[in-house]
């Protein structure tokens, strides 16, 4: 059972930057994918953003393209985001997840074998 522990968030302004981390517990990390997903007040989980933890490829939601990056610490397993540029429409509670195989689809949520607690971000204007 691998377990993901997501930290970094916090409370930003319009405009700022922010790095949030996901530490998972394995010291080998055997999955397929590992991805952001985040969930606004009233709104379902989306995706974010994901690397293939095998070849090291990235994929972003077109909201958070050019804003976000996705990246790995491999000897830490420690899975990264960084955002800039944050606005409001941000808001929500990050989470990262996990699966162990490929099931035809990053963006949906019932792909994913493990999942974090969340962390808040909370962009005001």
């Known amino acids: 059972q691998v377990r993901l522990v997501e930290s970094g968030g916090g409370l930003v302004q319009t405009g700022d930057s922010l790095t949030l981390s996901c530490a998972a517990s394995?010291?080998?990390?055997?999955?397929?994918?590992m991805t952001w997903f985040r969930q606004a007040p009233g709104k379902e989980r989306e995706f974010v953003a994901a690397m293939n933890w095998k070849d090291g490829a990235t994929y972003y939601h077109r909201s958070v393209q050019g804003r976000f990056t996705i990246s790995r610490d491999n000897a830490k397993s420690t899975l990264y985001l960084q955002m800039n540029s944050l606005n409001p429409r941000d808001t929500a509670v990050y989470y990262c997840?996990?699966?162990?195989?490929?099931?035809?689809?990053?963006?949906?949520?019932?792909?994913?074998?493990?999942w974090g607690q969340g962390t808040q971000v909370t962009v005001s204007s």
């Open positions: 394995e010291a080998t990390l055997d999955v397929f994918v």
């Open positions: 997840a996990a699966a162990k195989f490929y099931s035809g689809s990053y963006y949906r949520t019932d792909n994913y074998d493990y």
